[in-house]
């Protein structure tokens, strides 16, 4: 397995103001590994620390003790910050906090402006990147006139410019309408496969998250629980003491399992779901 | 209401003088602006009036929204016209009570004063009409590139014109939701006088403050996240390219601009 990120023994701390008071751990002593090209998906409650964690992933935030390597680069490392950034690209909740210029083709060639490509180079990636999100049809429009979903895909098209090999999405569907964050979920997972990207997700949707191959749950800033998200999703009690729930398809077949029926936990999705009931009420 | 504030009003066309690179529409406006004071005759005048039309014209901009653009400085034009007209000495008297006294020339001063303020509001709105905000900005980042050297923070600025264009709709709706939130509350923005009216802005511009400033926060951090790290080394996606247009409008500005000087120097 080749890694992409890894973190070892990393910790985060803020400074406390007043001296003699110890600053406030965020993240304490987490060694995190992240295979290239899997799609990870983030959990935990308010405060867990996850923005923190993925902070670290594009040398926004520095360790406070132990170290983060993107590709094997520290990104403690001066000199490779931008190396870095161009890996890892980061998608924040409000699309209107990331759009930069007034005009979507615009905003979208503002980080291979940023890197200093020849002119031919952007006009190609900016009309790629629209092509990716499908956004190409509004390429002279205004983000403002534009759905929270649409500006969304052009906040991650933006990122795409950059043709990262990671992309960290934090809470990208918190602000949208149940179309916008199908349009997003949809938009990411056809990226995923068309551009070969890891992707990290922080998300508050389980039923986002058990679309991933990988789910993390972070408690108080070290790793509660890791795995598959059929194995997180197995034990909804767990989940519940540290203030999560489960998908709502896998509550219903986890209570009816305790009723002593036979039906499988990791039926994701509602579709999924109902035909696992189904096959169970047939055999029955 | 404050749906109806569009700043620097642009109206998308493919003519001539849309088609004009910004850098030099830019400058040419600063010339048309000097092109206005040099015109001292009433055919120089008239030469200003024809090319202001033709560029209009050929613009398919209409005539009715350059008028409008004329409109809010209506008072400041009278205001003029008026202390023109009794404060210019003349030899002609036409007209004179008590310490009134009208005389031709101030008559034909007032006038004048009057005709250049309008080729002068209308002209430079013509360049704010035909030129997209972007461009407008890309244009000035551009022409002013030079005064990098002296330190001067070109990028920068035109960068901050940048995203303020881009901020302006999103903060206006955003202060249309804190007002109707307010006004759920009880907040009155609209009775009273005057001190009153703008005490009752202070629960408005408070939260809009705050959220700016988040928002400004927010914003630098997905610029840094996209590798922002300021104008050096940066490329260009919007090529400029100065072509046969620049040139013709040039040349004609350059044949205006040489009859006005020749109709003053005849007085005509």
């Known amino acids: 397995m080749e890694s992409i990120i890894k973190t070892e023994k990393l910790s985060f701390v803020y400074d406390s103001r007043e001296e003699g008071i110890p600053g406030r751990v965020i993240i304490d002593g987490l060694d995190l590994e992240i295979a290239k090209g899997s799609f990870v998906a983030l959990l935990g409650r308010n405060g867990s620390g996850k923005s923190t964690l993925v902070k670290h992933f594009n040398a926004v935030h520095l360790p406070s003790g132990g170290c983060c390597y993107v590709s094997g680069m520290d990104t403690a490392d001066d000199g490779l910050l931008y190396e870095i950034r161009r890996r890892v690209g980061m998608v924040f909740q409000n699309p209107d906090n990331q759009i930069v210029a007034s005009v979507v083709d615009e905003d979208v060639a503002f980080a291979p402006e940023n890197l200093g490509l020849e002119r031919e180079e952007i006009v190609k990636r900016v009309d790629d990147a629209l092509a990716a999100v499908g956004m190409t049809a509004f390429k002279n429009h205004a983000p403002h006139l534009l759905s929270g979903g649409q500006k969304q895909r052009i906040a991650i098209a933006g990122v795409i410019a950059m043709r990262p090999e990671c992309i960290v999405l934090d809470e990208p569907t918190a602000m949208l309408d149940p179309s916008g964050r199908r349009e997003v979920m949809e938009t990411v997972k056809r990226l995923r496969e068309e551009y070969d990207l890891t992707v990290v997700m922080i998300t508050h949707h389980m039923s986002e998250a058990a679309q991933a191959d990988r789910v993390i749950v972070l408690d108080k800033g070290s790793i509660y629980l890791d795995g598959t998200p059929s194995e997180v999703f197995s034990d909804p009690e767990r989940l519940s003491q540290i203030g999560l729930t489960v998908p709502n398809a896998t509550l219903l077949l986890y209570n009816l399992r305790k009723l002593g029926a036979d039906v499988p936990l990791d039926a994701f999705g509602d579709e999924r779901c109902a035909n696992a009931i189904y096959d169970w009420l047939n055999e029955k | ?268």
């Not at chain 2, 830019?26 to 090319?51: D, E, H, K, N, R």
């Not at chain 2, 009273?192 to 630098?220: H, I, M, Q, T």
């Not at chain 2, 996606?237 to 620049?246: E, I, L, Q, S, T």
């Open chain 2, 1 to 268: 209401m404050l749906k109806d504030i569009t700043l620097g009003q642009f109206f998308p066309g493919q003519s001539a003088v849309h088609r004009v690179d910004p850098r030099f529409k830019i400058v040419y406006t600063l010339w048309f602006i000097v092109m206005v004071f040099t015109a001292s005759t009433p055919c120089g005048y008239a030469l200003v009036f024809l090319f202001l039309l033709y560029t209009v014209l050929i613009s398919k901009i209409s005539v009715k929204l350059i008028l409008k653009s004329l409109k809010p400085i209506l008072i400041f034009m009278i205001f003029t016209a008026v202390l023109n007209l009794l404060y210019a000495r003349g030899e002609t008297v036409l007209w004179s009570w008590k310490f009134i006294t009208i005389t031709q020339e101030g008559l034909l001063r007032a006038l004048y004063m009057v005709l250049r303020i309008m080729f002068l509001v209308a002209g430079t709105s013509m360049l704010t009409y035909t030129t997209s905000p972007t461009m407008l900005t890309d244009g000035v980042e551009r022409l002013f590139k030079p005064l990098a050297k002296l330190r001067f923070p070109v990028h920068e600025l035109a960068m901050m014109m940048t995203i303020a264009l881009r901020f302006i709709p999103i903060l206006i709706e955003e202060t249309d939701k804190i007002m109707s939130a307010q006004r759920a509350r009880g907040a009155d923005f609209e009775s009273g006088n005057l001190l009153r009216r703008a005490k009752a802005l202070v629960p408005l511009l408070v939260p809009l403050f705050v959220s700016a400033f988040r928002r400004a926060d927010e914003l630098a951090l997905a610029m840094e996240c996209r590798c922002y790290r300021g104008g050096e080394g940066r490329t260009k996606y919007r090529a400029m390219k100065a072509g046969g247009v620049d040139l013709a409008a040039g040349l004609v500005m350059l044949a205006i601009q040489v009859g006005i000087i020749l109709l003053g120097r005849f007085g005509i």
